[in-house]
């Protein structure tokens, strides 16, 4: 019996050996598993925190694009506001010459009481007038021998006559004129109506 109990005490002894390696494995592999997934979790957080920087890199590019675009856009109107301010100065200072030679034709003529030149000086400034409204594109609209074209011109009197057909303008009572082929000012007319 002694022998038995001695059998049984090693079997038992077997059997907890074996659950205690069983066991101690166990805990190894718990062990393991747990360095992995706190090593996931370093790698994962490392990939967290740096989708993060980029993502506020790309907000902070986002946000200086933003900036610049609004100074572009300011400094686009800023520009344009001085276009639309200055846009005359050109013709302006062809027209002050065409005022200064009048102006001095004026004088002059006031002295010395030369009607004819005065005319005469009058005539040069009309034509350098002229000069500058072609210069710039400016022209005027034909009226004589034409249809009448309410794109064109403007009837202020209709009247019947013999001489022209339904529709011809008989008289200009005022030039119209085109700048770049846009109607500026239409030609106040006189039309026939039968």
Not at 4 to 28: P, R
Not at 125 to 134: A, D, K, P, R, V
């Amino acid at each position: 019996m002694a022998e038995k109990m001695k059998k049984k005490s090693d079997e038992i002894l077997d059997e907890l050996e074996k659950e205690g390696k069983k066991e101690a494995n166990s805990k190894d592999e718990k062990i393991m598993d747990a360095e992995e997934v706190n090593g996931e979790a370093e790698t994962l957080t490392d990939k967290i925190d740096k989708i993060e920087a980029e993502v506020e890199e790309w907000k902070q590019a986002y946000l200086r694009k933003q900036a610049d675009f609004q100074n572009f856009t300011k400094r686009k109107e800023k520009e344009a506001e001085e276009l639309r301010k200055y846009a005359s100065e050109k013709v302006m200072s062809k027209v002050i010459e065409a005022v200064d030679n009048l102006e001095r034709g004026v004088a002059a003529s006031s002295e010395t009481k030369d009607f004819d030149s005065l005319v005469k000086g009058v005539e040069m400034t009309l034509s350098q007038m002229h000069g500058i409204m072609n210069e710039e594109g400016v022209e005027a609209i034909k009226t004589e021998g034409q249809k009448f074209d309410p794109n064109l011109h403007m009837a202020v009197i209709a009247e019947d006559s013999p001489e022209h057909e339904d529709d011809d303008i008989i008289l200009e009572l005022q030039k119209g004129y085109k700048l770049k082929g846009k109607v500026i000012r239409p030609s106040m007319v006189k039309v026939c109506k039968k």
